[in-house]
């Protein structure tokens, strides 16, 4: 724990409750957390982000809390934002701010621009603690408790299967009878690629450097997936938040598509997030995650935290006399839902994410996904059984 004097950290402490209430999900407010505040947040930032409260407000309203001269006040605002402390959002032309959630929120806008500058290399090493200091809860009965509080309630992310790239097709039947249709009826999408083709229409699809990389790079422990640096997409209304502020960069459908198949072959695993951290609510961005450097997948991989989604997918094998050992789905299991036992697969289904990986690099085609929506829940790994 840093020094901080007893009312910084009461300040701290009460805008991290109030952030937390942004999201469905909350973080536990730790000494460890607070450090990671310390590191980014003045505190006339805390003062005035714990004034104007969770509510969205406009810029006259953040001005008049300020007391500094419109054009200080429009850039103490642009620094929030940049920071990722304030999101943007618009309504009928005009622009709100509104107060960010911690995780996912402005933890990783605040390194999504890839900038290394030394505060953010100084965040980054403190979130490095954070995450080790959750690992330490990994021992018994610690574990246990935790093991048990997973699962319960509602997934807040989705894994998107790597398979399934839409095709149109057409079939005409006919009929000596008169046919009433239906009315049009949107299905959720469950794919990658129908994702992107649901936004891609709009123009809503923006790239940002990803949080766990930046962390990771700036941590000395870089991805060993070799994923290109900007390999996180943003969905939906908050490209224009992100974009506007210099965080990143719009891309076009055809752009990103290239980009999923690219990280597709490297072994990327889809994970969607919404507004909210709520499945119910609008996407707002594609983690293209690997079982290395991720914050979620990566931290079940390594013991630190348990590992809870929804899918809409699982694996089977089709035939695996054909299996020719070759190992490369073992490798790109996220999950390590797959073993070869005497130069064949096999796999546990109970472990299966439904991320496609395996259909995707098998040169035998001997797997399938078949449509399953359904809660993955896997417990925390002992610290023997993580994957380092």
Not at 27 to 44: G, K
Not at 272 to 284: A, S, T
Not at 349 to 363: T, V, Y
Request: proline fraction near 4%; aromatic fraction near 10%.
């Amino acid at each position: 724990m840093h020094n901080m004097d007893l009312q910084r950290k009461k300040n701290l402490r009460a805008l991290a409750k109030l952030m937390n209430r942004q999201n469905v999900t909350s973080i536990p407010v730790t000494d460890q957390l607070l450090d990671c505040f310390d590191a980014v947040i003045t505190p006339e930032e805390n003062d005035f982000l714990l004034k104007m409260g969770g509510e969205r407000f406009n810029f006259a309203q953040a001005c008049a809390n300020t007391n500094l001269p419109i054009e200080q006040a429009r850039e103490f605002l642009v620094c929030m934002l940049k920071k990722g402390l304030l999101w943007s959002e618009y309504d009928e032309g005009a622009e709100y701010f509104r107060l960010a959630p911690i995780l996912v929120g402005w933890f990783e806008i605040f390194l999504s621009d890839g900038q290394e500058t030394r505060d953010k290399k100084e965040f980054a090493r403190r979130v490095d603690k954070l995450f080790n200091f959750w690992g330490q809860f990994n021992r018994f009965p610690l574990r246990n408790i935790l093991n048990m509080r997973t699962g319960k309630g509602t997934p807040h992310k989705q894994i998107y299967s790597a398979t399934g790239k839409p095709q149109k097709k057409s079939v005409t039947v006919q009929l000596n009878r008169n046919v009433e249709a239906s009315d049009t009826c949107i299905y959720p999408a469950k794919t990658v690629f129908e994702l992107i083709e649901k936004y891609g229409g709009s123009n809503d699809i923006a790239v940002v450097h990803c949080f766990c990389r930046q962390w990771r790079k700036m941590v000395d422990e870089p991805c060993s997936f070799d994923y290109p640096a900007e390999s996180c997409i943003v969905i939906g209304p908050r490209t224009k938040y992100v974009v506007n502020y210099g965080i990143a960069r719009y891309i076009s459908q055809s752009e990103s598509l290239e980009l999923i198949e690219l990280l597709q072959h490297k072994g990327a695993v889809h994970q969607v997030f919404h507004e909210r951290e709520d499945i119910n609510l609008p996407e707002i961005a594609i983690c293209n995650c690997c079982w290395d450097c991720c914050g979620i997948l990566g931290s079940y991989n390594r013991g630190v935290l348990p590992f809870f989604v929804k899918s809409h997918f699982i694996a089977e094998i089709v035939d695996s006399s054909i299996c020719n050992g070759c190992g490369k789905c073992v490798k790109y299991c996220p999950v390590r839902a797959l073993t070869l036992k005497n130069g064949t697969v096999e796999l546990n289904q109970k472990l299966c994410i439904g991320c496609g990986q395996c259909e995707l690099k098998c040169p035998q085609q001997i797997f399938s996904l078949r449509n399953d929506e359904r809660d993955v829940i896997l417990p925390l790994l002992k610290k023997y059984q993580a994957r380092l």
